[in-house]
């Protein structure tokens, strides 16, 4: 065949097809010419600091010394992959996103399956389009013509793609095999937005906007418009103009500009989805090292995937062409991957790769019964331009279909999990036992070891990373304590363990075990609050009225000695006045007495209670989902479930974990405007919104999705009115989906403070502090404190020293409850104590985190909103900013010395971090959310059994979704 072929659009501009409710741009095929630049490329290692020169090819991301990768069968461990889940540097832009593979292999491998022996249905050659090369993708994203985003593919139709730009409404659609060009879930991109008139309509949005007389009419119409410039610029043969009229958005010339351009013209018309292709990987997702499946014959793969993906359509051209290629012969002796994850390709093992596998898995890809497979772990070698599918090889065997051992190990796998022990050079880092605290560093802390501390937690839990101490104060007040264990005294900046703590980023819950962030010396002794021993701790105590109220604050590293464990059950029964501790077998240390103990669980409730009730009176929105909790038997399987129910015990300790997150993200803020690690949550789209709205309008129920807040009542409401309880889960089911993860962020990453606001929890500041043994932007935001602190010590600011010294009360009253926070009562006077939470800085000592709060959402409100329209409150705000100023300068100078004094990271580390430290985070979700997924499975599988069910959505004659009551999933 020859190589001069004609290159056919990869989406020829006008011209659509429908389908559904839409239109997209066609899909053709690229050309036998488009060549895949850096087709062997191999991918460097991500991790910066290695601190071992002892690494396997697959840890290393390299091809072995002897220059064929290492077999599959030889016991190398996958989990090896999770060491270069740390940042760093990637294949330039125009290079193919190929993964660790031999780049014999792959040669081989593109020449063993060239299609030009099998052609598409339309008689062509395919290729995939080539990538843009380097300097044309600069220039294109600095004149706001491409854009970065990471690539999502739709679980239920693998040929829609998505791809989130910062500041338009809805997401851009990437549609069809040809226009992701081999981007994978995960994959960071390069995306081109197509012309404004090859965008697509969603039909029925339109007929309802035209009904209600909202769509826009002649010049306001910018269809209408471009259409009209188009013709103009067609007459007067002006190129310029023509590319100008039909991508508006290139005229602007930066990227900032070009987003706001286009958001503005999806809110002109809001029936609209503006759809684009991908011109380049930026960074491959990792994903592409682990993709977890079953090995079947190539004729079962693809008749699979065309009756998952047949609608009536003609099938796509790497579709077409992959059919071609099986019936030429192309696929004799290979074997197929199909994916676990129904959003990653399948992928085709060449037959010098199934050579190399066991006969019995050979012989399992021609078996008949599907019903028993074993999972795989593969990896993509290759993609070249003339292959419809990704090329892979076996890395690892994790076992049968339906064990649960099997099961855990491919999601694990799948989701670049560590589930390996520590390295010994972690191990060298660890102090030596048995421990005592160096002399040194117990003179630098606030001895609290007599004060009456106590942990609350699940029964089972064994990493103790928080512990709550209340004391009265004379005058009606409360000295309340929140103690942290300090990882920090124990992680190193810049060490192995760190290095470890930090790539792994966070502890791995699953049903039957916990996967650790830190060895379990550290995570479950010399760390965690364990009753009776001496404990390293940073903590937070407040001097607060009954209704929450707080006066004054101090915050410091101190020793703690716990007087109990206490388990949730048990704090719930003290609250509810029916607890026996001789029921429980839990010891008491120090002298405490049951007494004392359940005197402090209930100030603290009743203190909690009127924190909780201000948050939701200020705007908090809170959506509990059902979670399964599982018993096993003694082999480890489930044989019941029960929905785990949170109890007012579970919000007494939640009010104070988050009242010092919120706390500790203004003092971080305040001293390290541009270096602080705060966390985020933005609003959900107003368009997503409203589907909710519309779904639960069509179920008969109303809600208000105006804001959190009201969203909220409406679902108080829901529960109050209606006495069936699937509804009022469904509903709050429907009401999770339109909501956005929170995020991580370096506050150099987010300019304007405006966009570091917490929508579920409606607070301007929030960060993570009170779970460091669990979760590593704890740690990094520990050492900012102290640095924090320290800085407030330099500037010669009060401490509040004098709260932690100050004698308690002989005799104390029990703070009443507040009313439940859903009545009007309980709103109002929640409010008005909301308004006094953070009080103003001639309350509080400059130097605590009180005045910094302050200080912080002033300067906060000030940015969004100018002066107020009180002149009073006008010239405090001005005063209080030119006061800021006053001292700026110096601060600045110190807080940068400061930074370097604790080792913290520069703003471009701490980005990446932020970025690590969510992708690792939601690992851990899906994760967990699958163990429990898995043990459902098993659990029914060994005992099925009728369960009624709710339908939420119906997917034409495809499918429809149903809501389990009885187990709390879809």
Known sequence: MSSRTTVPEVCQPGATTASGD???????GGSSGCRSSGSSSSRPCIVPRQHSSKRSSFEAGTPSSTGTSPGPWQGSSLHGRANSRRYGKWPPAGNSPNCNGNSNLSRSSSQQLSLSRGQSSSGRCFTWPAYMDQQQLQQAMKRG?????????????????????????????????????????????????????????????????AELGLLPEGEADPLLVAEKLSQLAIAANDADKLAAAQSPWHAVGNPAAALEHL?????????????GRIVSILEPSLRRDAIVGVIVDPATALAAAAAASSSGSSPSPPAAAAAAALASGVYHGCLFLVPLDPRLPQGVLTPAVVAELPEALRDEAFAVDVTSRTFVACRITDWPASSPLPLVEVRQSLGPSGDI?????????????????????????????????????????????????FSIDPITARDLDDALSIQPLPGGRWRMGVHIADVAAFVK???PLDDEAQIRGTSVYLVQKVIPMLPRLLCEQLCSLQPGDLRFAFSIVWEMGHDGHIYKEWAGRSIINSCAKLAYPMVQQIIEGCFDPNRWQTQLYNGATWEQVIFDSLALHGIASHLRAARFANGSLRLNNTKLHFALDTGGNPVSASPYVQSEANHLVEEFML???????????????????????????????AEFK??????????????????????????????????????????????????????????????WRHYALATD?????????????????HRLLQAALDLSKQLQEPDNADLVTAPMAEHAELPASAPPADTATAATTAAANASDAVPDASSSSAGSLAAEAAASQRLDAKARSGPSSSTADSDTLWEQAEADDAVAAPREAASEALLKQHQLPDVITMAKIAKHSNETKLSARMVSDGSLRLYLCIMLKQAPKVSWAVVTSVGGDKFFTVYLPEFGCE
């Open 22 to 28: 839409y239109s997209y741009p066609k899909e053709t």
């Open 145 to 209: 013509q491409v854009f970065r985003a990471k690539f999502r593919a739709n679980a239920a139709n693998r040929t829609e793609g998505f791809c989130t730009l910062e500041g338009l409404p809805s997401d851009l659609l990437v549609r069809g095999d040809v226009n992701q060009n081999r981007a994978m879930e995960g994959d960071e991109v390069a995306v081109m937005p197509f012309k404004l008139h090859d965008w697509f309509k969603v039909y029925k949005e339109s007929s309802k906007l």
């Open 263 to 275: 958001g503005d013209l999806l809110r002109t018309r809001p029936d609209m989805r503006v759809t």
């Open 405 to 453: 051992d099997a099961g855990t190990a491919a999601l694990l796998t799948a989701e670049g999990v560590k589930d390996q022990d520590f390295p010994l050079e972690v191990y060298a880092c660890l102090p030596k036992v048995p421990w005592s605290m160096p002399p040194a560093e117990v003179a630098t802390r606030a001895d609290f070891t007599s004060w009456r501390i």
């Open 493 to 495: 900046p810049n060490t």
């Open 659 to 689: 009242l010092a997150n919120m706390r500790v993200a203004a003092k971080i803020a305040w001293a390290f405007p541009k270096h602080a690690l705060l966390r985020r949550h933005p609003p959900p789209s107003d368009r997503k919104l």
């Open 694 to 755: 519309a779904a639960a309008e069509a179920l008969g129920v109303s809600v208000d999705v105006s804001t959190a807040a009201a969203l909220q009542r409406s679902l108080t409401a829901l529960s109050k009115a209606c006495r069936d309880q699937a509804t009022q889960e469904v509903m709050t089911l429907l009401a999770t989906k339109p909501m956005l993860l929170a995020q991580y962020f370096c506050t150099n990453e987010a300019p304007d403070p405006a966009t």
């Open 765 to 781: 500041l929030y960060t993570h502090f009170t779970s460091p043994i669990r979760r590593y932007p704890d740690v990094i935001v």
